[in-house]
């Protein structure tokens, strides 16, 4: 691997570390201060709106200024959705701005990597980008739960700094404002990423210009018969796994009586299972290959549906261990295959904006999806029986999909396997 990929796992390390944080501190906000229960769900897909909503815009400037810069800015606009949180603004609002800056980060950062490395490394390097956000979700989850908790809330609340008064007055005020210095860390990391010698393409001049691009860009990916395998089926991983990282806290309330501390533990062992299946699919699975493991997709619906059944902690652990391992073992070959015919497609940042838009767009429909079911008083095991069906469901006609164009389209699906073959193997 080049120098410059490690800058960048590094400041996608932090980034996202607080990104995980700041959600956990965000739920108990809502609680502390009586919110009503749907707000919560919510906070998925407000995180959500403006990956979709600016979509059209933010791959073509991912495409037309130094990727450094973009996520360097977008760490910007995350500190600011923070401070807003902490002198007021309402959370929903606030964790809206930082979703913002996300929005404008993912391009760049993932659309660097098809200019940095060879298609040869995408499997792997994926394979580590994903392992490394699944191991700052997991750490992250769990500073967020601790940075609340008992211990570490009173600890911040007593720090003193001289000449200077602040109006941090709760647990989650506390976490949030510590999560600022790990959102500038990262903008630090940022400036250090290297400037590749990929040209950079022009922004068209006009808003309806950038649509009309975004929107031939969203076309092309969909008929594409492997990109629209692949898109369909991270479309589908990150809509649902998007919002049962939310789902899980209600969950754990429920089933074992869980805090926010606590079940914030058990959002972070899905987590470690996604990482470990992340990194053993970057060792043993290639892009031509990579269709291969659609099947694992039904079987994570499954199991989704499975954790109804777990009321024991010591039961429910392992369970979701194997359902993140089996999420992570899915997603990292389809995200790679999906970046690289993007990538042949269109270009790494427009590829990534109308593959953002599509997967916020899930998890903002399932996130309304899950706010409504809620405030019509649904319990919390309704709600994952529904995600999970969803998911066995929508996977096998995905995986019917591509047994269709493998009959109808042989000549062309063969062609581009041979294609993802040739570019791995140089």
Known sequence: MKKGFYTIMSAQFFSSLADQALLVGAIELLKSTGAPAWQIPALGPMFALFYVVLAPFVGAFADAVPKGKVMFYSNLIKVVGCLMMLFGTH??????????????????????????????QLVKANGWIEGLTIASIILGILLGGNLVGPVLAPKLLGLDFPLITTSIDTPPEAAIATLVLLYVIAAGFNLYIPRTDTPLQPVAHSAAGLVRDFAACNSRLWQDKLGQISLATTTLFWGVSGNLRIIVFPWAAVALGYTTTQASNLSGVVALGTAFGAVAASVYMRLDKATRVI????????????????????????????????????????????????????????????????????????????????????????????????????????????????????????????????????
């Open 91 to 120: 959370p929903l609002l606030s964790y809206a701005i930082v979703g913002l800056g996300a929005a404008a980060y993912s391009p760049a950062k993932y659309g660097i990597l098809t200019e940095l490395l060879p298609p040869s």
């Open 295 to 426: 099947p694992l997709g039904i079987v994570m619906g499954v199991l989704i549906v499975g954790l109804n059944l777990m009321q024991n902690v010591w039961i429910a652990a392992p369970f979701l261990m194997m359902l993140g391992l089996v999420g992570g073992y899915l997603v990292v070959p389809m995200n790679a295959l999906l970046q690289h015919r993007g990538h042949n497609l269109m270009g790494a940042g427009r590829s990534i904006a109308v593959q953002n838009f599509n997967e916020q767009a899930c998890i903002l429909g399932l996130g309304a999806l899950y706010t409504g079911m809620t405030r019509l008083g649904l319990s919390a095991y309704i709600c994952i029986a529904v995600f999970g069906t969803l998911v066995a469901g929508t996977m096998w006609a995905i995986r019917r999909w591509h047994q269709r164009n493998c009959v109808e389209h042989r000549e062309e699906v063969e062609r581009l396997l041979l294609l993802a073959r040739s570019d791995e193997m140089h």
